[in-house]
Structures are given as structure tokens and as C-alpha cells.
């Protein structure tokens, strides 16, 4: 949920926390008030000072009947009730008595009073012996009726007093908590009123892509579930992909904010051009996606495709910099050969699949060959992981020719795979393979490590030349796999040349940069490879310790047909001159390259005009042979030298 929903919710949260909290207490506070209120202990001394007065009068009835005739009255009686007062009084006057009752100056005035009378009556009563005695005594308690009177108008007042007092507090804690429970539930109401919100928005947030706000993958794949279970009711059910090539360039050369901007300018783009589109979602970094329907299905799936790659055609600004981009697009039209939704989905991602892995920035339908092509190639990467155990794997040599004496200076090993029942396999179509699986790594230690062992076997003066691929330099194992390969062959380092193309510097270049710096450091010369092709190849040279570059033979082919390479070939070695770098220029077939090319000032050469690529036995025996006629021609050049000397004159 975007921050800016959240402006209520936490003060909303902590108001209805604060709210339930206080009613919890204030209903704590009211039970302990009723409690208290109900205390017996104060009930008691209320009603002691209330039935003080009808004790007295029971008192009185008892010592005045006590000498009655016939009087069943006895002395133990009127000690009884006296002893009733006598303990009536002393409680009136405990501090908890008062205390409790909350008495004024006037009751501890008239309670102290009647506290005295008793004191003095006391030791007349154990003298009653008369009834003159009995008139006295009931004259002297008279007085106590009146005070007895007063002191229970006096409680009852207070009492009431205090009991009108605890009702309005009684009255004030109802409607605070009636305040607080109206407030919990209007909280209440509107934390609900939010949840659902969230929920909505959270319902959103699942099924849109934050970044383009167009539906995301989980919304597209329900959508299509739910259209493939209708059948071809409405038309043919027909999927599209879209990727945009070379995406992974715009987020290493200009960052992922132009990254992020290219990616939504794109799918404002796409989605102008599919109004047909069921659902046209973004399933994840650079893929998007379409779903159709339609009766004629390949006709229109056809002109769609047109419309979408042709709208990627007019240049992105992305913060300022004008970038071309292009698609790739996969098509699938639901057929009664697949079984579910999934099926649709694989199809044409195999069709756009297809279309990468040939040209790029274009369409493809989908044909059930396709599917055996996926299922050949899983084959072909199963085999290629058990190649290098069954000695399948051999590496082949191509010669590098110093264009100055035109003697071999090095050879550039190159991979092969002999299949055991499909004869030999094309390095174009195992090596992305082994690429996209990982294989590459173990197999391209084992490529150094041979490369090395041949090296090892020829002059000191000649090197090998190994490419290293983008997915090696991940590889934690790399460095130490060139170092024991040297070390373990005796092979000095400088005599090692790894070779390396712009698409691996655009993967990481940090990383790549730090990996260069070690291996140079051991002594490792590095070439950068194809030079000319890629995007920034000028900014490269400055970037990173390369030691050597090698023309892409794109220009050599037109070297001797367009002026324009040929200068470009001629501009690139005086370059390499002015930083230090030797050259090398590839794909030299015939004589007048070679004229051109050397016309230039490149150091070495390379193509099939010097020979092709080699097994390792017959590299040797082209040394050896190369050698015997440096041989022979130091020979001939001595014998001529001789023979020119003037001979002496004979005497």
C-alpha cells in the first residue's frame, strides 16, 4: 500500500488502542468503586450509630422493668444491656468507625459525650438494688436518647450525602464508558472500512506490476486459465510474447532508472498497439504479454506482431539519451493438442525462444518442431555433460601469423565436440548450450588446462590464445584454474593470451575489471575480442588492461571493397600503436586482404589464408616444418653471402 494511505491508519490504531485501554480501566476503576461502596465494614458503622437509640430504649425497659412486681427481669439482664452500650460505645469511638462513617467535629462531639455519660453510669449500675436506683439510672441515661438521636440524623445525613455523591460518579463513569464504547465502535467501523480497503488495494498490488501498472504475470495466468477453459466459443485463443533485446545493455550502460524508464515507455507503447488484447500484461523484466481472440488466427496474429515490433521502432529518451530498441515475439494458437493453459504459455515461449536464438527483433508462430528442437537441445545439453567424462571434447588450433616476417607467433585454441553417433557438432550450436546449463565452467577449466599442455610442448616464442566467455568469469575457480594450469605445464604466463568480447565486459564490469587486474597481474596478457562490433568498444580501452585487440573480420571481408573499412582498420591500428596494444585482424582469406590489411601497420593475422584450424599434432608439425625453412632460407642467404665475397687474386 503507497505510504500516503497509511496517514490515518496509525493515529486511527493508536486512538482505538488508546480508547479500549481506558475503557478496560475505567471499567477495573467502577468495580472497584461499587466495591467499595458495598464494603460491609462501612455498612456496619452506620448501622451501629442507627441502632444505638433502640438500644437505649431497650436498656431503659429492661432497668425499669427490673422492679416491677413479678418482673421476669433479672440483674443479668440489665448487665446485659448495659454491657450492650457500654460496647456500642466504644466502637463508636474506634478511628476506623469514624473513619469509615466520615464523622464531623459535631458527631465526635456528641459520640465523646455519650462516651462519658456511659463512663459515669457504670459503676451506679452495679448498685442497682432498688427501684429508687432505677429511677435514678434512667434519669441520668434520659440525656443519651437526645444525643443518640442527634448522632443518627448526623450519619444518615452524611450517608446520604456520600450516596448521592457515589451515584453521580456512578452516573459520570456510565456515560464515559457509554463516550468510550461508542468511540471503540465508530473506530471500529472505520478500521474495518480500511481493512477492506487494503484488502482491495492489496488485491490490486497481487495483480498489477508496480513499475508499469499493467497486470502482472499472476493476473495473466488466471485470465488465460480462464479463457482456455471457454474453448474456441469466440475464436481461436491465441498468446503473444514480447521480449525487448538487449535490455541488460541499457541497465549496465545507463543504470536501471533508464532501465525502468525503457521498460514502461515500452509498454505504454505496446499497449497503444494491442486494443484487441483481451489482457496485455508484463510477466517480469523485460517480457510482456498479450492474449487474443480471433476466428482467422494466424492472419491476424501476424499483423499484430507487425504493429507491436514496428511501434518499438521510433528511438526511447530515456533522461535525455536517445536509445533504439527492438522485440522479439513469440506466437501460440491454442490447438486440441494442448491439454491446459500451461501448454499455450510453453508454445510460445518456444517460438520466441526460436526467434532469440536466430536473429532477433522479430516474430515466430509456433510449429510443433520447435518442441522437438527444445527436446533435441535438452538431449544435446544432457550429452554435453557427459562429454569431457567420455574424451569426447578436443580443442584445434588456428594459427596467428606476424604479418611482418609471416612467421607463426601464436595459435588460438578452439573448441570441438566429436558426438559419439552424431559425428561432430558445430561450437555454434553446443556452446550457447553449455552457456545457458553452466557446463561451460568445468569445460572451459579443462580448455585452459589443455590449451596449456599443448603451448607447453612448443617454442618459448609462440603463444595460445584461449576465449574466455561472460558466464567463466563467475566462475571462483577461474584464477586458480589458470594458475595451476601454467604452473603445473611450466607454461610462462606471458605466453597465455585470454581473449575476451564486449559482452562480457557488459555484464559486471567491476567484477570483470577486478578479475583482469589479477590475472594481469600474474603475468596474463588480454585480448579484447571483435573489436569495432559492440557499443562502446573506444570506452573499453580506457576501462580495462587489455594488451592487445583484434579486428572483427567484418571489416577485413570489406577491406578490399570499401575504402570506409579499410580506414576504420588503419584508424584502429594507429590507435592501438598510440595506447601500447598490438592488433590482430581476423578472417584474412585472400592475398589482397592480406596486401590491405598489412598496408595498414597491423602486427598479425589471422584466417584461412594461413591455415585452418589444426588438431595439436599437426600445429607441432607446422612449427617444425616452419622452422626448417627458416633453416633453409638462413642457409641459402649464407651461401649467397659466400658466394658474393671477391675471391683473392691468384699469384
Given at each position: 500500500?503507497?505510504?500516503?494511505?497509511?496517514?490515518?491508519?496509525?493515529?486511527?490504531?493508536?486512538?482505538?488502542?488508546?480508547?479500549?485501554?481506558?475503557?478496560?480501566?475505567?471499567?477495573?476503576?467502577?468495580?472497584?468503586?461499587?466495591?467499595?461502596?458495598?464494603?460491609?465494614?462501612?455498612?456496619?458503622?452506620?448501622?451501629?450509630?442507627?441502632?444505638?437509640?433502640?438500644?437505649?430504649?431497650?436498656?431503659?425497659?429492661?432497668?425499669?422493668?427490673?422492679?416491677?412486681?413479678?418482673?421476669?427481669?433479672?440483674?443479668?439482664?440489665?448487665?446485659?444491656?448495659?454491657?450492650?452500650?457500654?460496647?456500642?460505645?466504644?466502637?463508636?469511638?474506634?478511628?476506623?468507625?469514624?473513619?469509615?462513617?466520615?464523622?464531623?467535629?459535631?458527631?465526635?462531639?456528641?459520640?465523646?459525650?455519650?462516651?462519658?455519660?456511659?463512663?459515669?453510669?457504670?459503676?451506679?449500675?452495679?448498685?442497682?438494688?432498688?427501684?429508687?436506683?432505677?429511677?435514678?439510672?434512667?434519669?441520668?441515661?434520659?440525656?443519651?436518647?437526645?444525643?443518640?438521636?442527634?448522632?443518627?440524623?448526623?450519619?444518615?445525613?452524611?450517608?446520604?450525602?456520600?450516596?448521592?455523591?457515589?451515584?453521580?460518579?456512578?452516573?459520570?463513569?456510565?456515560?464515559?464508558?457509554?463516550?468510550?464504547?461508542?468511540?471503540?465502535?465508530?473506530?471500529?467501523?472505520?478500521?474495518?472500512?480500511?481493512?477492506?480497503?487494503?484488502?482491495?488495494?492489496?488485491?490490486?498490488?497481487?495483480?498489477?506490476?508496480?513499475?508499469?501498472?499493467?497486470?502482472?504475470?499472476?493476473?495473466?495466468n488466471s485470465t488465460l486459465s480462464e479463457e482456455f477453459g471457454r474453448g474456441n466459443e469466440t475464436g481461436s485463443l491465441i498468446v503473444m510474447m514480447i521480449d525487448l533485446d538487449h535490455f541488460k545493455h541499457v541497465n549496465d550502460t545507463l543504470g536501471h532508472a533508464a532501465g525502468d524508464q525503457l521498460l514502461s515507455l515500452a509498454a505504454t507503447r505496446l499497449l497503444t498497439a494491442v486494443p484487441e488484447a483481451l489482457l496485455f500484461a508484463r510477466l517480469g523484466g523485460d517480457e510482456f504479454a498479450a492474449i487474443f481472440r480471433e476466428t482467422d488466427a494466424e492472419r491476424f496474429a501476424v499483423d499484430v506482431a507487425q504493429r507491436m515490433l514496428e511501434t518499438l521502432h521510433q528511438p526511447f529518451d530515456l533522461f535525455g539519451s536517445l536509445v533504439t530498441a527492438s522485440g522479439s515475439l513469440g506466437i501460440a494458437i491454442a490447438s486440441p493438442d494442448d491439454l491446459g493453459s500451461d501448454d499455450l504459455m510453453k508454445n510460445a515461449d518456444l517460438a520466441l525462444y526460436a526467434v532469440k536464438d536466430a536473429t532477433r527483433g522479430a516474430y515466430r508462430l509456433y510449429h510443433p518442431a520447435l518442441k522437438q528442437a527444445y527436446l533435441d537441445r535438452q538431449i544435446l545439453a544432457s550429452d554435453l555433460e557427459r562429454a569431457l567424462e567420455k574424451d569426447e571434447l578436443e580443442l584445434h588450433f588456428q594459427p596467428v601469423v606476424s604479418l611482418g616476417s609471416g612467421r607463426t607467433s601464436g595459435f588460438e585454441a578452439l573448441l570441438r565436440w566429436k558426438h559419439a553417433t552424431r559425428g561432430r557438432i558445430s561450437p555454434a550450436e553446443f556452446i550457447p548450450i553449455a552457456e545457458e546449463t553452466g557446463f561451460i565452467l568445468p569445460i572451459g577449466r579443462w580448455v585452459i588446462a589443455d590449451a596449456c599442455a599443448t603451448a607447453a610442448t612448443w617454442p618459448d616464442d609462440i603463444s595460445i590464445a584461449v576465449n574466455l566467455s561472460a558466464r567463466q568469469f563467475g566462475d571462483p575457480q577461474l584464477k586458480a584454474s589458470i594458475v595451476s594450469a601454467l604452473s603445473k605445464h611450466g607454461l610462462r604466463p606471458s605466453r597465455l593470451t585470454l581473449e575476451i568480447t564486449e559482452s562480457v565486459l557488459i555484464q559486471n564490469d567491476h567484477i570483470v575489471l577486478a578479475t583482469l587486474n589479477d590475472l594481469r597481474a600474474i603475468g596474463v596478457r588480454i585480448s579484447l575480442d571483435d573489436f569495432g562490433t559492440g557499443y562502446a568498444s573506444l570506452s573499453y580501452l580506457t576501462r580495462f588492461p587489455f594488451d592487445a585487440i583484434k579486428i572483427d573480420q567484418s571489416f577485413v571481408r570489406c577491406s578490399t571493397g570499401e575504402e570506409d573499412s579499410l580506414i576504420i582498420v588503419q584508424t584502429i591500428c594507429e590507435l592501438a600503436a598510440k595506447l601500447g596494444l598490438s592488433t590482430v585482424a581476423e578472417g584474412i582469406e585472400t592475398e589482397e586482404q592480406l596486401a590491405a590489411i598489412r598496408a595498414t601497420g597491423c602486427d598479425e593475422g589471422q584466417g584461412y589464408l594461413f591455415d585452418r584450424p589444426l588438431p595439436a599434432s599437426e600445429c607441432a608439425t607446422r612449427i617444425a616444418l616452419e622452422q626448417l625453412s627458416w633453416v633453409r632460407e638462413g642457409a641459402t642467404a649464407a651461401l649467397n653471402t659466400i658466394a658474393s665475397i671477391p675471391r683473392p687474386a691468384e699469384i
Open positions: 500500500m503507497p505510504k500516503h494511505q497509511n496517514k490515518w491508519e496509525y493515529p486511527l490504531l493508536a486512538g482505538t488502542a488508546g480508547l479500549g485501554i481506558a475503557a478496560v480501566s475505567m471499567l477495573f476503576s467502577s468495580v472497584q468503586y461499587i466495591n467499595g461502596i458495598s464494603r460491609s465494614a462501612e455498612n456496619n458503622v452506620v448501622y451501629e450509630v442507627l441502632t444505638t437509640a433502640p438500644e437505649l430504649a431497650r436498656l431503659q425497659m429492661t432497668v425499669a422493668a427490673r422492679f416491677l412486681p413479678e418482673s421476669p427481669v433479672t440483674d443479668d439482664d440489665v448487665a446485659l444491656r448495659f454491657g450492650i452500650l457500654e460496647n456500642r460505645m466504644v466502637v463508636l469511638g474506634t478511628a476506623e468507625s469514624r473513619r469509615l462513617r466520615q464523622d464531623g467535629d459535631e458527631a465526635i462531639a456528641l459520640i465523646e459525650r455519650m462516651q462519658k455519660t456511659v463512663r459515669e453510669i457504670s459503676p451506679r449500675m452495679q448498685h442497682l438494688k432498688t427501684s429508687a436506683d432505677a429511677v435514678a439510672i434512667l434519669s441520668a441515661i434520659e440525656p443519651l436518647n437526645t444525643a443518640a438521636a442527634q448522632l443518627a440524623a448526623l450519619t444518615t445525613s452524611s450517608s446520604s450525602g456520600r450516596i448521592a455523591e457515589n451515584r453521580a460518579k456512578l452516573i459520570g463513569i456510565f456515560w464515559q464508558l457509554l463516550s468510550e464504547i461508542l468511540g471503540l465502535l465508530i473506530c471500529g467501523i472505520l478500521l474495518i472500512a480500511l481493512l477492506r480497503r487494503a484488502r482491495r488495494v492489496a488485491r490490486h498490488s497481487a495483480s498489477s506490476d508496480v513499475l508499469t501498472g499493467l497486470p502482472n504475470r499472476l493476473s495473466f
